[in-house]
């Protein structure tokens, strides 16, 4: 008998993987979390039955939710990670011997046993020494949290919905600014232009950033089990350029073997599809 998880990602359209097991199923404070085995996209988590992460493309967001901004500034020491439950975020900036503290503020625990337990190559770090990790809210941390505190912080929240709600406010923007240092750089997963919905959001977070940070622009990344394929990132900064001040000579001696992040596809994931282009010049 075959069984397939499918997830909604319009009223209209339907994404959907054969799956061999259904490994885990916990519904905790915040969401329900689930883990299926698949002969396709391997081993992958689901929260409130929408895909988080998988074996077979991880690599694609937590590659370019990293590099990119540790290309710009190479000399970032303190991270704040705000969700990232699945670890993927944190493996990935493990790799940086320079890196000093990395503070994981992820609202459910949950989420980070069940990657621990079904997804080690996602959680395989989190036990890093340099890692601190916090099950608490992300707006709430940030709004106690001292100026100029960290240099980098990555935004891997779900979807704007739920707990994830919070974390697309000005508010939460604001703290954001106020926590990073001079050459501090936000990075944030900022949906996708493709489906309305998805379009809507993103346009509501650049405009909120734009508002806050001196520097505020988008990237992008194929990521086949996002909806649409087409997801976005948001890149905030005090005054650096993510292109023009991107120390690539610097990123590339560091000789980090990555399987989708590099320095000119770095360049070339900020050239948007001009209905994109628009969609942000008209963001409110
Ligand atoms: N890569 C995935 C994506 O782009 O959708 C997201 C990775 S991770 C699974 C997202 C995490 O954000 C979840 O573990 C969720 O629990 C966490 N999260 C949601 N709202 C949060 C909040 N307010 N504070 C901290 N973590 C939060």
């Not at 944030?188 to 909120?208: D, G, I, L, T, V």
């Amino acid at each position: 008998m075959e069984f397939w998880y499918t997830e909604e990602w319009t009223e209209n359209i339907r994404f959907g993987v054969k799956v061999t097991q259904h490994v885990y199923h916990q519904h905790s404070d915040f969401q329900q979390v689930d883990v299926f085995k698949s002969e396709e996209l391997g081993t992958f988590l689901t929260l409130d039955g929408l895909m988080m992460v998988n074996e077979k493309d991880e690599f694609v967001y937590h590659d370019m939710i990293v590099h990119t901004p540790m290309a710009v500034n190479p000399n970032i020491k303190k991270v704040l990670v705000i969700g990232g439950g699945d670890g993927g975020t944190v493996r990935e900036l493990t790799r940086y011997p320079h890196i000093e503290q990395i503070d994981m503020v992820e609202i459910d625990e949950l989420v980070v046993r069940a990657s621990q337990e079904w997804i080690p190559q996602c959680a395989s770090q989190l036990d890093d020494s340099r890692v601190n990790l916090y099950f608490e809210d992300g707006v709430a941390f940030c709004a106690q949290a001292k100026n100029a505190t960290y240099d980098l912080i990555i935004v891997d929240s779900t979807d704007p919905i739920g707990p994830g709600e919070g974390l697309f406010t000005t508010a939460f923007y604001t703290d954001c600014h106020r926590i990073l240092s001079e050459q501090g750089i936000l990075v944030n997963q900022n949906e996708s232009p493709y489906f309305a919905h998805n379009a809507k959001e993103m346009q509501r977070a650049h405009a909120k950033l734009q508002t806050i940070f001196q520097v505020s622009r988008v990237y992008q990344a194929h990521i086949p089990t996002y909806p649409s394929g087409h997801w976005l990132f948001g890149f905030a900064s005090k005054g650096l350029d993510p292109i023009q001040d991107a120390k690539f000579a610097q990123w590339n001696e560091f000789g980090l073997q990555t399987k989708y992040y590099n320095t000119d596809l770095h360049v070339g994931s900020f050239a948007l599809p001009t209905y994109v282009l628009e969609m942000l010049a008209n963001a409110k």
